[in-house]
């Protein structure tokens, strides 16, 4: 009994001490895997965090790439090196393919017949030789002649290869000769303040000005000699172009990486400092790169392409523009730290900027492209004799006074002439009946030939306060200089040059040109 206890405690023992063994292993995978889970959810909470970290970054390097768009931009050299843009033919390299080579004469010898031997001879092998030889010779006699066919097509393919080849040849001469030499021509035009030549060769120094991606490049450039002006017109980055985002977080009550919203109004600003500093990155732009000092004054438009929410149409607002003098412009210290560029254009400049411009809210131009580009306005009259538009130069002044009256009528206003010559300045008196836009406009015009003195633009300015209008518009055939403009800036003062006059009457149809033939305008 005693011997059958013992036994049984044994066992007993061992089961539990199996199952205490077996409770110890459960337990240690369990610790085992809730290790393996926290671990498992620390690295995905680091991933989050990393993936949160790295798409702040990528928003704030955007955010720092459109805050130094001007910066960036201040030790790059803008001028265009036209010499640089001299090419050379691109000629073709003549391959003349399997015409190249001729083909190897056909050779008797893969024609001969073998000789009979003493044993053949004796058993009609020479007469069999006979026969074979003149059958050899007469299938010698053919291949030399399709050879000499072939050799013959083949001469002619390569005749034809080279004429085709000098072709190409002539034509990329003739190609490249032209391009060097419209070149050659806008040097030339560079020099003398050719119209056409200064506004090509800034259109190439405003496309070469790179900035990031998502930024059109379309901008073009037109010069107005008559007053030293070149005009500007930019397309703006839409304002999708700042980003929505202000940065990303890790919710981790989530377990999420989610975006906080920039707000409306730091998008806006943002947004606002972006079409400033393409402005003034455009006047550094322009000012470094005149090789002549041609250019004493530059408008700039600033107007974006997007589609009007409420219609569903395409539409250009302008957001910004300004003129800018190149004295205004020598004042400015573009890499003070403290510098403030949209400040600057609104105080410096006198900019007109969209207060939102987020919502394609337009402002209107201190002065409309067409009135410089030179695709429409060109008063320099190489065949004055076939041309039969009026000469507006060749009008008396107070017939060019009536014309302008007319203009204006043509354009919708109710205007009224003056006739008396001592009117305290006042040509013509226009009225626009818009209840918003419109008011009472004095109307001067001056038939020069020389550019009008700014003494003149601050009497219009004084004529305009004396009688109460909204706004005093002065039309020359000529031109104004940087003095005038900069006197006209932040004021209701629109200045109108000869080119600009041209385009207007472009637009409305009505005949005209501007050709000095030496007469002595004032």
Not at 20 to 33: I, M
Not at 164 to 169: G, I
Request: proline content about 7%; some cysteine; glycine content about 6%.
């Amino acid at each position: 009994m005693a011997r059958g206890s013992g036994s049984y405690r044994d066992w007993e023992a061992e089961r539990r001490r199996q199952e205490r063994a077996a409770e110890q292993a459960r337990q240690k995978r369990e610790r085992e895997r809730k290790a393996q889970e926290r671990e498992r959810l620390q690295a995905e909470a680091m991933a989050r965090d990393a993936d949160a970290a790295d798409r702040t970054r990528r928003l704030e390097a955007r955010v720092e790439e459109l805050e130094s768009l001007l910066r960036s931009s201040l030790r790059r050299d803008p001028q265009v090196r036209i010499a640089s843009l001299r090419r050379r033919p691109n000629i073709p390299a003549l391959d003349l393919g399997g015409w190249a080579k001729p083909e190897p004469s056909p050779s008797w010898e893969a024609f001969a017949p073998v000789p009979p031997g003493w044993l053949q001879r004796k058993f009609g092998g020479a007469q069999r030789y006979e026969a074979a030889l003149r059958q050899a010779e007469s299938d010698f006699a053919r291949a030399q002649a399709d050879h000499q066919h072939r050799e013959t097509q083949r001469q002619m393919r390569v005749i034809e290869a080279r004429q085709a080849h000098q072709r190409k040849v002539a034509e990329a001469e003739r190609e490249t000769a032209k391009y060097n030499s419209h070149l050659k021509a806008m040097e030339a035009g560079l020099r003398s303040g050719d119209r056409h030549a200064v506004s090509e060769y800034m259109d190439l120094v405003l496309r070469a000005s790179p900035y990031p991606e998502g930024f059109p490049n379309q901008r073009r450039a037109g010069y107005v000699p008559e007053s030293s002006l070149l005009a500007v017109e930019w397309y703006l980055p839409p304002p999708e172009v700042v980003p929505a985002h202000k940065l990303y977080k890790h919710v981790k009550t989530r377990k999420a990486v989610e975006p906080t919203i920039r707000p409306a109004s730091e998008a806006r600003q943002l947004y606002q400092r972006v079409i400033a500093q393409i402005s003034l990155r455009t006047l550094r732009e322009v000012f470094q790169a005149d090789p002549n000092d041609l250019i004493s004054t530059v408008v700039f438009n600033g107007l974006v392409r997007a589609v009007d929410p409420v219609t569903g149409q395409q539409i250009e607002p302008h957001l910004i523009t300004l003129r800018a003098t190149r004295e205004q412009f020598s004042a400015l210290v573009l890499n003070e730290p403290k510098f403030n560029p949209v400040e600057c254009v609104r105080r410096h400049f006198h900019a007109v900027v969209s207060p939102h411009p987020d919502e394609l809210v337009p402002v209107e131009p201190v002065m409309p492209f067409s009135m410089a580009d030179p695709r429409i306005v060109d008063p320099i009259d190489i065949i004055s004799d076939i041309d039969k538009r009026p000469n507006l130069l060749d009008l008396h002044p107070k017939e060019f006074e009536a014309f302008i009256q007319n203009l204006f009528s043509r354009m919708g206003f109710d205007t009224k002439l003056y006739q008396a010559s001592g009117d305290g300045g006042v040509d013509c008196v226009a009225y626009d009946p818009h209840p918003i836009k419109g008011g009472k406009f004095i109307v001067q015009a001056k038939l020069y030939t020389k550019t009008v003195a700014p003494t003149h633009v601050r009497d219009l300015y004084g004529t305009v306060q004396h009688e109460g209008a909204t706004k005093g518009i002065m039309i020359t055939t000529s031109g104004y200089g940087p003095d005038s403009y900069k006197f006209a800036n932040g004021k209701p003062l629109n200045l109108i040059d000869g080119a600009g006059l041209l385009a207007l009457c472009h637009q409305h149809n009505i005949p005209a040109r501007i050709l000095n033939r030496g007469l002595k305008k004032r």
